[in-house]
């Protein structure tokens, strides 16, 4: 470690922002901060941050020692600690920054820091554990992986990566496995209700959704109210009465799966008792498993097949969604719930590992070796054939990360035959499969070796004659 002699010019590093930046955008979307929750932005900078989250009415103080040191410094129930870590030069300093914000915090921390990958947009010489920038300021720059693992040792809790670069350290075991329930489970919206009949069609929307009936604890205090003359027999009588038993199956199918997955995705953590968890899960556990042990045992097994490579390609190639290829199962977002659960798992294991990113569009799965990269395609829906903007890989054997970036690309990679990527009940996979059937009798897809970015596919289309218009497939004027 080189001696330090110097105080870098921190401040230079704290930025204007106009709107939340996206460790802030994360907690507000993972964390639900609501009216009545207290932020605290620990190294608030100049302020970005507290400002954009007052405007959406949050509780927000900001503290920063040398933009804000006049700022309330107190307890709060979250604490932002955003780019804060990657600019202190001396790593006690470092460790006790963290420490102090951990101090401050009554329900979670939310960590961020600049990542590795982002080398080549600093300009400086190594020194110490980081770089000395031209500016005179100076950056440590974690791995993802790397950066859990630190805050995880200095916190002394188990934490969890939501993001590249966002880590959460929660104070109650209660807190993080509920925030993971909701990852893997979102919670559905209640129907709003009016009276008793709205009421008791909100209670028979539940239980086609879970599979269970919900217990007067789940349910919101409007509908306790308009509810409460009613014996609880009388409500399940008129509920099951009103409910499709088929719709009921399939939401009790959804829910064991998702339990198992919660549960076993639960395991990397160590697995708590069952009062730990999150009311939701304890009732689900209730209805469909003879105990938690034995739920338990499942979701063990689950996780033991993740490790067989002929079991995971048996899944690959059974899943109705998806495109299954020689290396990998590529997965659309809204279609990953549809793939087997031990997929799910193995997706949900590589996003603990370093954190899945916000912007993504296809998920690919490798079945040789373990890895998963989150692929981005902005424009998927409107663009006939999306170009990636960039990627994101995690490898499960060596939790080594990588990021890559298509932004000045000027031959991106592009998608062929869209429709592949979704499951067969998407609205959207007759429109792309017309399409991928025209071009396919056009004689486009003949060297599919070439196609695969930009350039390849312009030449294929003078080659054939042919143009674009939307998701149309058309002759062109000068053929």
């Known amino acids: ?29 993972d964390l639900q901060l609501e009216p009545g929750v207290q932020v605290l932005d620990y190294g608030c900078g100049r302020g970005g941050d507290v400002r954009a989250l007052q405007t959406i009415g949050l509780d927000v103080s900001g503290w920063d020692p040398v933009h804000h040191p006049g700022g309330e410094l107190k307890p709060a129930d979250i604490v932002l600690l955003t780019y804060v870590l990657n600019v202190i030069e001396n790593p006690a300093e470092r460790r006790q920054t963290l420490l102090d914000a951990w101090n401050n915090t009554k329900s979670a921390l939310v960590v961020s820091a600049r990542l ?13 554990d980081g770089i000395l920038t031209s500016r005179n300021t100076f950056q440590h720059l974690f791995a993802a992986s790397e950066l859990r693992d630190y805050v995880q040792e200095t916190t002394g809790v188990r934490c969890l990566s939501a993001a590249p670069g966002i880590v959460y350290a929660f104070k109650s075991d209660e807190a993080r496995l509920g925030y993971l329930a909701r990852q893997i489970t979102p919670e559905a919206g209640w129907l709003a209700s009016q009276d008793t009949a709205s009421a008791i069609t909100a209670v028979v929307d539940h239980l086609e959704q879970r599979g269970r ?15 409460g003359h009613l014996r609880t027999s009388e409500l399940k009588r008129l509920a099951e009465q009103s409910a499709d038993p088929l719709k009921v199956e399939e939401g009790a199918k959804r829910t064991t799966l998702d339990t198992l997955l919660f549960l076993a995705v639960e395991l990397f953590h160590g697995r708590g008792p069952a009062s730990s968890l999150p009311l939701p899960v304890q009732l689900d556990i209730r209805a469909f498993f003879s105990s938690y042990a034995e739920a338990c045992k499942r979701a063990d097994r689950l996780l033991f097949k993740l490790r067989d490579d002929a079991y995971v ?34 997706e949900q294991c590589a996003s603990i590992a370093a954190g899945r990113p916000e912007e993504w569009s296809v998920v690919k799965l490798r079945h040789q070796g373990r890895g ?10 409107t663009d006939p054939h999306p170009r990636l903007a960039s990627s994101y890989s995690v490898d499960l054997q060596t939790l080594k990360s990588s990021f890559l970036s298509y932004a000045d690309s000027a031959n ?7 429709h592949e990527f979704l499951s067969p009940d998407d609205p959207d996979v007759p429109k792309y499969q017309r399409l991928t059937d025209a071009e396919v009798r056009a004689g486009l897809y003949e060297e599919p070796h070439l196609i695969g970015n930009e350039e390849g596919w ?9 143009a674009l218009r939307g998701h149309r497939l058309v002759r062109r004027p000068d053929s």
Not at 1 to 21: D, K, N
Not at 213 to 227: D, F, K, N, R, T
């Open 1 to 29: 470690m080189t001696e330090q002699l110097w105080s870098s010019q921190r401040h230079r590093t704290a930025i204007g922002r106009v709107g939340l930046s996206v460790p802030a955008r994360q907690a507000v979307v």
């Open 458 to 466: 312009e030449r294929a289309l003078v080659r054939c004659g042919r």
């Open 313 to 346: 390609r048996r899944a690959m190639t059974g899943s109705t969604a998806g495109k299954f290829t020689a290396t990998a199962l590529y997965v659309h977002r809204r279609a990953v719930h549809q793939i087997p659960t031990v997929l799910r798992l193995y």
């Open 213 to 227: 009936l919900p217990s007067l604890e789940e349910m919101p205090h409007p509908i306790i109210g308009l509810l």
């Open 372 to 381: 998963a990269s989150w692929l981005d395609y902005p424009s998927f829906d």
């Open 412 to 418: 991106r990679p592009l998608l062929h035959r869209k």
């Open 116 to 128: 590795r990958w982002e080398r080549n947009q600093i300009k400086g010489t190594e020194y110490g």
